[in-house]
Nanobody
Framework: QVELVESGGGLVQAGASLRLSCAAS????????MGWFRQAPGKEREFVAA????????YYADSVKGRFTVSRDNAQNTVYLQMNSLKPEDTAIYYC???????????????????WGQGTQVTVSS
């Protein structure tokens, strides 16, 4: 049974920061690539960031590069998304996702992930 629970979303003004957390109840968490995706109203879900198992590599969408940072705490089975300099266009539901243990393929594609959280709303006002 895999459960991913996101938290930390909210309503903030442009320029503010938020930190999202994703608590994972999942076997072999440390060997899973973890990703963050988002879906804005009327748009398709898109890749935001990912971190490979053992945190050896991180990946970011161009739209968030330099503003967002993904990290993980394998001892706590938690992955984080630090979001700085938020913009109104960052408004979306943010989802945490887990790949299969040992997955070594592309980390920015949705089909790589086998488990998804319910999402947390982030709203950035101008």
């Amino acid at each position: 049974q895999v459960e991913l629970v996101e938290s930390g979303g909210g309503l903030v003004q442009a320029g503010a920061s938020l930190r999202l957390s994703c608590a994972a109840s999942v076997r072999a968490f440390s060997s899973r690539t973890m990703g963050w995706f988002r879906q804005a109203p009327g748009k398709e879900r898109e890749f935001v960031a990912a971190i490979t198992w053992l945190a050896r590599s991180t990946y970011y969408a161009d739209s968030v590069k330099g503003r967002f940072t993904v990290s993980r705490d394998n001892a706590q089975n938690t992955v984080y998304l630090q979001m700085n300099s938020l913009k109104p266009e960052d408004t979306a539901i943010y989802y945490c996702a887990a790949a299969s243990p040992g997955y070594g393929g592309s980390a920015n594609e949705q089909h790589a992930y086998v488990s998804w959280g319910q999402g947390t709303q982030v709203t950035v006002s101008s």
